[in-house]
């Protein structure tokens, strides 16, 4: 589709919104929202006709691109012949959405709990675990996040929390392993996977092992910076976890639906959970929907015994409709081949290549369509690029980045010290050097603050 210019209808959808609309995780006098006109696969255009590459896929769900013809024919079809219905019903969108998703989950994950996204998604998993085991705790990894509602937001190992935590809501956060800015004094991955584990299991004797319900993690974290746990790292969590009855869910929000270039990221590593969560790319977040896939185990607490939980829109007729359409899409356009050749071929490579040049680029780290760059003032020493939590002028090279981004037509994901590269899954091959090649102009800005 190409673009077509009309920037007094994006002045007016622009005024609208500052009147009116109040955004998430701001300070709402100080953001200033780009107005958007249209979206069409790996991109997006405002109403001046200026189009974007999308290296975010919106917040990393629009796994198959934007308007996906054959998922929006779904969802106008399910409209059609049945817009709603309540979840206590069995309906056949619902049905066949959670047989797709039980058939691509590892192990004995066979009953699907659907929700109305992640952050919810891992409210039940957490619920489901205590309900299950009879004991309050929940840990959890600092640099991690698992959603924005309340016990989710005290999971998340990072400042969103801060404002939200009261010290009340059962959660203890541990260090999870991380070689590159390694809590573990470790030199070598198989260090920092030893000391990590011998870390977590200490902190579970000190907390009591009969008061923990359940251990979550990320499998691959997201938003916190796409830290590949080291090999051995999620299989060491697995047996922890068996040794002292915790329940193990692994947070897929993110990382699932062929993001690694795998269904799941679990595959990667072997490792099947008692939990997991899962959201975003399930229908490449057309409408909203999340879930957790749960394990035999657990369901049988709840084959005789009610479950105390539900939500009005549960496994939404419309949202399963996308889920069951864009689940067939990936297989029938080998979507998840493509993330994970285009990773190996394309972005890892062209990628270590940005490091070799720019000196802002600290490290690389990733696989399939999921990948980071660790942004840094000095490469010896490792010094971030903006101090942790950065906000206002200590911010100012990260925004400065982020515009210089913008500019060349490819609109990041930043937090922090990262960019993050998280382009739909069925990205082109043109597409994606493209992106790398703006991205190697927008360096550039980061490189200015490097010393």
Not at 262 to 288: C, H, I, Q, R
Request: aromatic letters at 10%; proline letters at 6%; charged letters at 20%.
């Amino acid at each position: 589709m190409t673009p077509q210019p009309n920037p007094q209808l994006g002045a007016a959808v622009k005024a609208a919104d500052r009147a009116h609309v109040f955004h998430s995780w701001s300070a709402q006098e100080l953001i200033d929202p780009l107005a958007v006109a249209g979206a069409e696969g790996s991109y997006f255009w405002d109403y001046d006709g200026k189009r974007y590459l999308d290296f975010t896929s919106g917040l990393v769900y629009t796994n198959i691109g934007y308007q996906h013809p054959k998922v929006v024919a779904a969802i106008q079809e399910q409209a059609a012949t049945l817009t709603t219905f309540a979840p206590a019903f069995a309906i056949e969108a619902r049905s066949e959405a959670a047989r797709l998703i039980a058939e691509r989950t590892p192990g004995d994950l066979d009953k699907i709990f659907f929700t109305n996204g992640g952050a919810d998604a891992v409210e039940h998993a957490v619920r489901m675990a205590r309900l299950h085991t009879g004991r309050p705790k929940v840990l959890s990894a600092y640099r991690s996040y698992h959603g924005g509602t309340q016990q989710a937001v005290n999971l998340t190992g990072d400042p969103r929390r801060w404002a939200s935590d009261a010290g009340t809501a059962g959660v203890v956060h541990f260090w999870a392993p991380f070689l590159y800015r390694s809590r573990f004094y470790a030199e070598t991955e198989e260090q920092e996977c030893a000391r990590a584990l011998e870390h977590l299991e200490t902190t579970i004797a000190f907390e009591g092992p009969s008061t923990i319900a359940a251990i979550i993690l990320e499998t691959i974290p997201g938003t916190a910076g796409i830290m590949v746990p080291p090999p051995g790292y999620l299989a060491g969590v697995r047996e922890l976890c068996d040794k002292y009855g915790i329940v193990f869910v692994l947070d897929e929000v993110m990382a699932g639906f062929g993001r690694t270039g795998e269904w799941f990221a679990a595959d990667l590593f072997d490792v099947v959970p008692d939990l997991m969560t899962f959201a975003k790319g399930v229908n490449s977040g057309y409408v909203p929907l999340g879930g957790v896939a749960i394990s035999s185990a657990i369901a049988e607490t709840f084959a005789r015994r009610p479950y105390p939980g539900g939500l009005t829109y549960s496994g939404h007729p419309l949202a399963c409709a996308a889920a069951v359409a864009t689940i067939n899409v990936m297989a029938e356009e080998g979507v998840v081949e493509n993330a994970a050749a285009l990773g190996a071929s394309v972005i890892e490579p062209g990628l270590r290549a940005l490091a070799e040049r720019h000196p802002s680029v600290g490290e690389v780290r990733g696989v399939g369509m999921f990948w980071a760059l660790e942004l840094v003032r000095n490469k010896e020493t490792r010094e971030p690029l903006v101090p942790y939590n950065a906000a206002g002028e200590a911010n100012a090279p990260m925004l400065a980045f982020a515009g210089a981004a913008k500019a060349q037509g490819l609109w990041p994901f930043v937090n922090m010290n990262r960019t993050h590269v998280v382009p739909p899954c069925n990205i082109t091959e043109a597409e994606a050097k493209e992106g790398l090649a703006a991205l190697d102009t927008a360096l550039t800005a980061a490189d200015e603050f490097t010393v």
